[in-house]
């Protein structure tokens, strides 16, 4: 057998909307590990808003991928061969690379996972970046006090299903926004939210403001946009927005304009943004109690999983646009 | 002898820019005390850009002063008769109350001032409400480190020059914006800030990206408009915003949009309102630690005294345009 590496590569970089023309499929030799490396298969590749500021040249928290460079992604992987001797071959493991089927990445960047605790993909959503991402911007950041209104966007996906969850947790009254009436049942049926408001509605604001009646004292900001627009007339005094994303403005060529922030004085608000991994303690916090919660079933989670790495592009495509329909996970074959 | 209480009513309340035809100046009756109150003379009237707010009957932190009733102001008085025994004839006090010359006020809101200790005009800019706001700002919100770049505005004015000094003090590089030759060369040269940039340069935004050659790590927003749009964009990463008022846009129409909140995501800002007087232990803690360093000479000020009652609104109008240079009083004659 002599496989390839099937890899999807920056071609260019998008000005506004991300089509196929700014990917290219490619096949190329197998990595070879570096001294300290393992060779991997990448079982799951986890696609996630994030990546669609590393194909813009911007400047970000963290730094552009390279035109003809592997687009960034991680991976629940199997190793391949581990020259370093820290892994068997065949053992899971969280941290391969990229948009590829295989990856030489450092063993000390590796974490190994156990399949007969759970799924392996939780390593990606529920209890990986996502899950976490929920955690700190829920429990450190917009900070719901019990009683209190708690909204978050995007309430459907990897980062919104769990906040909602950890807010209800923390006696919030929880109020999700997702897109379409398939995507409200879930949140409301599935994940338990008291409430979940249509964003697609003609008169979303409306009812929005009849489903927050008493204002909004605490927001996980996903999305942006027409959201973030009927959102902040509904903050009430001392209201906290966690800004995680604004995945709706993404793929917008310019910035467009924010609310006034007068009311940020008026109402004393506290808008704070944040990325997950300035917390990187909070990754094992997480896992250990977030783990507990979906071992029990008390913390629901949904996975979108794709198959195939070629329809990477479209599938991220899809996540910009809000097709998918929870954490959106790539099966490489 | 017969005196009149001359008053400054709001007549009409201002949609956009505050004009005479807003005031009505007024004689009447010197008021009576009630059980538990007394009559004070006021001697002068603290003018502050967020009376502004109190004309209009938007919503805010605040109740809107009626229409016909005396516009809401502090007052340094002189106790003319105080029934509950309190207070002598003849005392100095902080707490009379409006844009009138006689006011009747409960004792239990006063605080008696001794005027050998200093100017006791300094209890309405300096040691008061404004130099408590600078203090709360600076120290609990902006929070600059040591050797970062602290970024203030309005910085002649009566909350961002204090604002500054205390930002110094803090150990950070305080960058002062102000409007006009005069106004910067006093904020260097009195006040002793490092840099100050003239915020009606043509080339203002280019000024400002060069006395924050490491960008602007704590930002103290009293003004809103275009140094708000020149601040943000040279806001480090983890940067903090203090925002105290936007006094630019206190007489825009309708609320003009602000930046895009995706920059507070990727910089991972914290954006902060805040009202003095959620903060009440501040005053006294600021008038002690203030009032040493104004006694000893190493905090500066600047008063801008308006004499004559009648002026107050032409006065007020001019504050809200930055006519003022110093924190703005009225002697009351």
């Known amino acids: 057998m002599t496989e ?86 065949g053992d899971w493991v969280l941290g391969g690379f990229g948009w590829q089927r295989f990856s030489a990445v450092a063993v000390s960047g590796l974490r190994k996972l156990d399949p007969q605790t759970g799924p392996v993909t939780t390593a990606l959503g529920v209890l990986g970046m996502p899950g976490t991402t929920a955690w700190v911007g829920t429990t450190e950041l917009a900070a719901p006090r019990p009683g209190e209104t708690f909204v978050v966007s995007a309430a459907s996906g990897a980062v919104g299903s769990v906040a909602g969850q950890i807010a209800m947790r923390m006696g919030a009254r929880v109020v999700g926004i997702a897109g379409g009436a398939e995507k409200c049942a879930f949140v409301r049926d599935e994940l338990g939210f008291p409430d979940c408001v249509d964003h697609r509605a003609a008169d979303f604001p409306e009812r929005l403001r009849a ?18 627009k009927a959102v902040f007339p509904l903050l009430n005094d001392f209201g906290r927005v966690a800004f995680c994303g604004m995945v709706a403005e993404y793929n917008d060529d310019a910035p467009a304009p924010g609310p006034n922030l007068m009311q940020v004085v008026r109402k004393r608000l506290s808008l704070r943004g944040f990325i997950v991994s300035d917390h990187p303690r909070a990754f094992a916090d997480w ?45 490489v074959t």
């Open 4 to 89: 390839t590496n099937l890899r999807i590569l920056l071609r260019a970089r998008p000005e506004g909307l991300v089509g196929p023309e700014h990917f290219e499929v490619s096949e190329g030799p197998l990595p070879s590990p570096r001294p300290g490396e393992a060779l991997l298969r990448n079982r799951f590749l986890s696609l996630d808003p994030y990546m669609r500021g590393r194909m813009s040249a911007a400047k970000s928290y963290s730094a552009p991928v390279e035109i003809g460079a592997v687009m960034e992604g991680q991976c629940v992987s199997q190793v391949v061969e581990d020259p370093t001797g820290r892994f068997q071959a």
């Open 211 to 228: 489903a927050c009646s008493s204002g909004i004292d605490a927001y996980f900001e996903n999305v942006g946009g027409a959201v973030q």
């Open 287 to 331: 896992r250990s109690t977030g783990g507990e919660w979906v071992r029990e079933g008390s913390l629901k989670y949904r996975e979108d999983v794709v198959r195939g790495l070629e329809g990477a592009p479209e599938a991220f495509m899809g996540l910009l646009a809000g097709k998918n329909f929870g954490k959106l996970v790539i099966e």
